[in-house]
Structure formats: C-alpha cells, structure tokens
C-alpha cells in the first residue's frame, strides 16, 4: 500500500475512534442531562403537591391533574422513607403495544389531620425517543465527517505530495548511460528541496563516478588487447622455430593457452559491463533460425572435432525482440557451452525452436556439482578451463530482454530452455 493511502487510513482510524468516543459522550450526557430534567421536574410536582395537600386540596382534585399521574392514598403515619425515584414500565392494555418507560417520586407528605403516600409519575418515552434521535444524529454526523476527514486527506495530501512523486517519477526515468539529467520539481516545502537539493548532489556524484570507471574500464580492455596480441603473436613465432625442445613447446602451447583466455575473458569481462551498465543499443526483431544456423555454422569445426551430432527441429519463423548483436553473444555462448560440456567424442547436441521456447540440448556426464550455481559468474563446475562467464552472459542478456532461462538434466542430456512467453 502507498504511503500516502497509509497515512490516510491511519488518520481516519484515528478521527473515527475519536468521532465514536466523543459522540458516546456527547449521547450519554444529553441522556443524563434530560434524565437531571425529568427530576427536577418531578421535584418541582413535589413541592407543588405537598403544598396544595397542605393547603387542603382534597386529592381527588390534585389526582385529576393534566400531564403527569399523580397518586395519593392516605397512610396512618409516617414511615420516614427518604423520598426516592423509582423507573419502569407501563403495562398496555392492549396486547402487543409496547409498554411506556417511566420515572416516579414516591414520598410522603403529612398535613394538620392525614398522612399521605404520594406517587408522581412522568411518563418517560418522549424523552427516549429524543435521546435516539440524538444518538442518530450523532452516528449520521460522525460517517459524514468520516467521509469528509477521507475525502480532504486525498485532497490534500496528493496537492503536498505531489513534488514527491513526481521526483520519484522523474528518478525511474533515469539512465545514467544515456548522460540523463534528473529533472527536479519546483516546491516550497522545505524537505522537499532538502530533498532535491541531496538528489541533485548525488546523481552528479554518481554520474561523475561512472563516467570515470566507465571510462577506465574501456582504456584499460583497450590497452590489455594489444600487449596480449603481441603475447600472441611472439608465442606463435616461437612455436614455429625448429630448435625449441619438446618441452619448450609444451610450455609455450601453455603459455598460449592461457593468454588465449585472458583474451576472452577480456572480451567477456567487457560484454558484462556493457549489460551491466544497459549499454544496449536498440533491440529488432530478428529471425532465430537464421541466427542460430549462422552461429553453428561459426563452429562446425569444433562439431566435426570432436564428432558430434546435431540434430535440428527449427521453427523458421519464429522471431525474438532483441539487439542482434547480444543475439549472436546468446547463441554463441550457448553452442560453446553445448559444445565443451558435450562427451569426448560422438555426443550429440540438439536444438528446437517454436513459438514458445528455444531448447538447445547436449549429452554429458551426470553433473557432480551444484546445478543451481551454473548461472553464477566464475563459477567453473568440473570444467578447469572455463571462465565462468558464458552462462552468466547468457542470464543477463535473458533478463534484460525478459527471457526466462531453465536448465534441467534428463539423462543423459542437459537441457538449457530459452522461454519466450516470460
């Protein structure tokens, strides 16, 4: 969930609990402030009743009062009962009214000659009706604000935060390849600039970091070649002079070996910091069987060497979006690697294409090692003179061009899978 919407959600938690507890409040003291009403009303029916029985209204004309009920019966003495409130309800005398809720004063009263018990009582249902309507109107009040507190953070917090997610925005756009600026919004909120302020400082900090190690690597792969192809080159001469001993050219074949894969490692090491760094240029759409037979092609002779098979069922019009020449790094790795991991001589390497996948197959040994880590760079296996980098190539150009890559094994062939439906 977005941060704004979270802070949104807390807020509104927070005002509802508060909107409830206050409306409870609000609710119980009205119904304690009219049930307050309703006795000082009976108090004031009281003092008025005692007064006409002390002034010798005969009861039955007190008892004929419009309004409240007023009850007296005559009692022989005073039974010092403190005058109290009682509460209740009113039996109908039709079946299936509801029965109205009550509040009485019950005291007594004595005069020159009688003693009187004396009941008043007010008929309450009125005064609870009022209390739900308040306790409605409180409710219906509270969602409203609810609604209102939902609708005005929305509001406002998209108008503050708006600087925010449009740097945001504006930092997803940007490629340090492509020498990109980062394009900062005007704001008058002081974190916001702080903010910019520390995005600007670091995207220049940044860009000046990978332009210099960008700029290094490449001068220093470019200077790395030519020593290495004089390497080369002098080993080569030396090979070809009839005096060395068989072991001088056992360990200058050696010698060539190795400078043979500092050369491509180079090369690897390059192509890697090039995915790395999204130095790609743009992607078309290109033709997998003609590219995958070129490439093979490429390599017919180490096939032949070391009498291998190949067995081809192509889809011939299947195309992949992607730039043709990490196309050809792709394919080339993945028949280097068919090719070295294949068995000595008469193995068999096996390649399908259709709509959706490109399988490239190879007989081997059972693998002795961690099949997860094939993908890993420098990672060798079995395999003392691999570099390590084929298959982690293979993986990055899959990642960027959203291929998903599979390796099983199924005696006795490991299968590497190209899905193109990723």
């Known amino acids: ?29 009205i119904v304690a402030k009219i049930e307050d009403e309703s006795k ?45 409130f009682a509460t209740g309800y009113l039996e109908k005398e039709k079946v299936g009214d509801e029965d109205d809720a009550f509040i009485s004063i019950v005291f007594e009263c004595q005069t020159q ?7 008043i009582t007010k008929i309450t249902d009125n005064d609870e009706e009022l209390g739900e309507n308040i306790f409605y109107a409180v409710a219906i009040s509270a969602a409203f604000m609810m609604l209102a507190i939902l609708f005005a953070n929305i509001y406002i917090h998209r108008k503050l935060w708006a600087p925010f997610y449009q740097t945001l ?7 340090i390849s492509k020498h990109d600026t980062i394009e900062l919004v005007a704001t008058k909120t002081e974190e916001f600039k702080k903010l910019n302020t520390s ?13 210099s190690l960008k700029e290094f690597t490449e001068n220093a792969s470019h200077e790395i070649q030519t020593p290495l192809a004089v390497i080369q080159s002098k080993i080569e001469m030396c090979l070809q002079d009839e ?13 060539g070996q190795a400078v043979h894969n500092l050369v491509n490692l180079n090369k690897g090491l390059i192509t890697l910091a090039k995915l790395d760094n999204n130095q790609v240029d743009e992607p078309s759409y290109i033709n997998v069987y003609e590219t995958l037979m070129e490439r093979l092609n490429a390599y017919e002779d180490f096939i032949e060497s070391q009498d291998i098979s190949v067995e081809l069922k192509m889809d011939k019009n299947v195309f992949i979006y992607i730039n043709p020449l990490f196309a050809s790094v792709l394919f080339d790795n993945l028949i280097k690697n068919a090719i070295k991991h294949n068995l000595p001589t008469g193995g068999i390497i096996k390649i399908e294409v259709s709509g959706q996948f490109i399988k490239i197959s190879n007989t081997g ?28 190539i293979v993986q990055k150009i899959c990642n960027i061009y959203s291929l998903k890559i599979e390796y099983t094994f199924k005696a ?11």
Do not use: C
């Not at 000659?113 to 009941?119: E, G, I, L, Q, S």
């Not at 925005?169 to 490629?175: A, G, V």
């Open 113 to 119: 000659t009688d003693f009187y018990k004396v009941t």
């Open 40 to 84: 000082e009303h009976l108090q004031s029916e009281k003092i008025a009743v005692e007064g006409k029985l002390k002034n010798g209204v005969p009861s039955a004309i007190i008892e004929n009062n419009i309004g409240d009920k007023i009850k007296i019966e005559k009692i022989p003495a005073l039974s010092g009962t403190v005058p109290y």
């Open 199 to 211: 995005i600007d400082l670091m995207a220049k900090k940044i860009s000046e970091d990978y332009f």
């Open 1 to 29: 969930m977005k941060l704004l919407y979270k802070n949104i959600f807390l807020n509104a938690g927070i005002s509802l609990v508060i909107i409830l507890m206050t409306g409870m409040l609000t609710y119980k003291f």
């Open 365 to 392: 040994l059972t693998p002795t090692v961690d099949t997860n880590k094939f993908f890993e760079r420098f990672y060798k296996g079995s395999q003392s003179n691999s570099l390590g980098l084929g298959l982690a």
């Open 169 to 175: 925005k504006n930092l997803q756009r940007f490629n």
């Open 243 to 255: 005096r060395l001993s068989p072991q001088q050219a056992e360990w200058l074949i050696e010698a």
């Open 412 to 422: 006795p062939l490991h299968v590497i899978t190209l899905r193109l439906n990723a």
